[in-house]
């Protein structure tokens, strides 16, 4: 069963950092895109990064490039979303995602993904 459990979230002011982890467990990174998705309140879910490391095609939704980067820890199964000069925009929940699709990252972004966490709540206060 594929499982992903996100923490890292709380509150920050604008400019500053966190970095959110993604636990995962139940699939194999090499088999599945992996991405991080962000709804802030109100509005519709939007993918903001999606990875496939078999591949090592990224995309990242303009919003966050320069800012925003993914990474993962292969030995602990965990993937990183690095958030830097955070605005108060990028406040809500932020979702860590997968999908074995062999599809461009960029459709599994914007179409989304078939696997989802929970989430955990980003609050930037300006």
């Known amino acids: 069963e594929v499982q992903l459990v996100e923490s890292g979230g709380g509150l920050v002011q604008a400019g500053g950092s966190l970095r959110l982890s993604c636990a995962t467990s139940?699939?194999?990174?090499?088999?599945?895109?992996i991405g991080w998705f962000h709804q802030a309140p109100g509005k519709v879910r939007e993918g903001l990064v999606c990875?496939?490391?078999?591949?090592?095609?990224?995309y990242y939704a303009d919003s966050v490039k320069g800012r925003f980067t993914i990474s993962r820890d292969n030995a602990k199964n965990l993937v990183y979303l690095q958030m830097n000069s955070l605005k108060p925009e990028d406040t809500g929940e932020y979702f860590c995602?997968?999908?074995?699709?062999?599809?461009?990252?960029?459709?599994?972004?914007?179409?989304?993904?078939?696997?989802w966490g929970k989430g955990t709540l980003v609050t930037v206060s300006s």
């Open positions: 995602t997968a999908d074995p699709k062999e599809v461009k990252v960029s459709a599994l972004c914007f179409y989304g993904m078939n696997y």
């Open positions: 139940g699939f194999t990174f090499d088999d599945y895109a």
């Open positions: 990875f496939r490391y078999s591949d090592g095609s990224t």
